[in-house]
C-alpha cells in the first residue's frame, strides 16, 4: 500500500543519516505514507520506539498494526507537548520528509494540484480553518502579492494578486479549476506547468503555515534530541533549506552564522554531519520524479 500511497525520497539516506540504535527512541515528524517511519522500524529492537506526527486521517489509516509506534495525530508543531505527554524526556533522532504526500496530490478532493478538478482547499489537516479558497477570496493585494513573491518565487506576483483580486470582485474562488483559469491568463505560456505550480506551492505554504511550523520544530528539536543523537531533514523548497542550514550553522533559523564569545568561540546547539547537501541520484530521479527538488541535511547533537 505505501508504494501506491507515498514513494518515500532519499529513503536509505536520511534513515542512515539517523544512525539507529535497535533499543532508541526515535521521531518521523511527517508519517505521511509511512515509508521513512517503516524504514526505521525495520532496524529497530524490541525496545525501540518510534513516535509519528501526522495530522491527516488518511496518513492514521495507513499506519502499520506495530506495537512500537505511537501516532499523534497532531501538527509536528507540538513535538515537545507530546514529548512531555508520552514521558519522553529526550529522543535519539528526529527525521523530517517536509514534502506534501503523492497521495495528497493525486487526491483532487484535497484541492492540492491544478491537474484534477476539486475543492481549492490546500488544508493538510481537516481541523485548519482557512482554506486556499478563503486566503485567495479574502488576502489583501500585498498579502496575496507577498505570497507569491516569497513563496512561489513568482515574478509576476503583483499582476497575479492584482487579477485575483479583480477576478473575485464578481465571483469567489472555489474550485482548483477556477485558480488554474485565471492563472493561466497570467503566466507565461512556455512554462505554464511550472508557473501554476509555483502558484499552488505559494498558496500551500500560507494555508499551512509550513516556514513557521519549520521554525518552531527546529527550535524545539534542541531540547528534545540527546547529546550524539541525530537530525535529519528533507526539504524541497529554497526557503526551507535555508532555514534548515541556519539552523545547523548557527542554532538560530535566521542567523546563517553563530554567535561568538569575547574569545571567538561559537556556541551551536548542533554540528554539521553532511558538509554538502545529499541530493537524489538521477536513478532516484528517474523513478520518482518528484524527488528531482528534495535537499538532505543530517545534523548530531553537540
Known amino acids: ?19 539507529i540504535r535497535p533499543d532508541g527512541v526515535y521521531v518521523d515528524l511527517t508519517f505521511g505514507g509511512g515509508g521513512h517511519s517503516r524504514e526505521i522500524l525495520s532496524r529497530l529492537g524490541d525496545n525501540g520506539r518510534l513516535v509519528v506526527f501526522d495530522q491527516d486521517e488518511d496518513a492514521y489509516n495507513n499506519r502499520p498494526d506495530d506495537e512500537r509506534l505511537l501516532f499523534v495525530r497532531h501538527n ?8 512531555r505527554y508520552l514521558n519522553i524526556d529526550k529522543v535519539d533522532g528526529i527525521l523530517g520528509d517536509l514534502g506534501v504526500s503523492s497521495h495528497h496530490f493525486d487526491a483532487a478532493e484535497r484541492g492540492f ?61 472555489e474550485t482548483t479549476t477556477d485558480l488554474k483559469e485565471l492563472a493561466e491568463k497570467v503566466g507565461p505560456k512556455k512554462e505554464q506547468s511550472k508557473f501554476l505550480a509555483q502558484v499552488f506551492q505559494a498558496l500551500r505554504i500560507e494555508v499551512n503555515k509550513e516556514m513557521d511550523v519549520l521554525k518552531s520544530v527546529l ?23 535555508r532555514l534548515v542550514k541556519n539552523f545547523i550553522r548557527s542554532g538560530d533559523c535566521d ?30 530521479i528517474e523513478r520518482n520524479n518528484r524527488a528531482r527538488s528534495a535537499k538532505l541535511r543530517i545534523a548530531e547533537r553537540v
Open 76 to 83: 509536528f508543531q507540538y513535538l515537545s507537548h507530546f514529548l
Open 255 to 284: 542567523k546563517n552564522q553563530p554567535d561568538k564569545d569575547i574569545y571567538g568561540h561559537a556556541d551551536v546547539p548542533f554540528k554539521a554531519v553532511n558538509r554538502k547537501l545529499i541530493l537524489p541520484s538521477d536513478e532516484e
Open 113 to 173: 494540484s491544478f491537474r484534477f478538478e476539486g475543492k481549492l482547499d490546500m488544508r493538510m489537516g481537516q481541523g485548519l480553518q482557512m482554506t486556499a479558497a478563503d486566503l485567495v477570496n479574502t488576502y489583501e493585494l500585498d498579502d496575496l502579492k507577498r505570497i507569491f513573491w516569497q513563496y512561489g518565487e513568482i515574478k509576476s506576483s503583483y499582476k497575479l494578486a492584482s487579477e485575483i483580486i479583480k477576478a473575485r470582485a464578481s465571483r469567489p474562488f
Open 1 to 19: 500500500m505505501e508504494q501506491g500511497y507515498h514513494i518515500p525520497v532519499l529513503l536509505k539516506e536520511s534513515v542512515d543519516g539517523l544512525n
Open 219 to 241: 527550535m524545539q528539536s534542541t531540547d528534545a534530541i540527546k547529546p550524539g543523537g541525530r537530525l535529519s531533514v528533507i526539504s524541497y523548497h529554497s526557503l526551507e533549506d
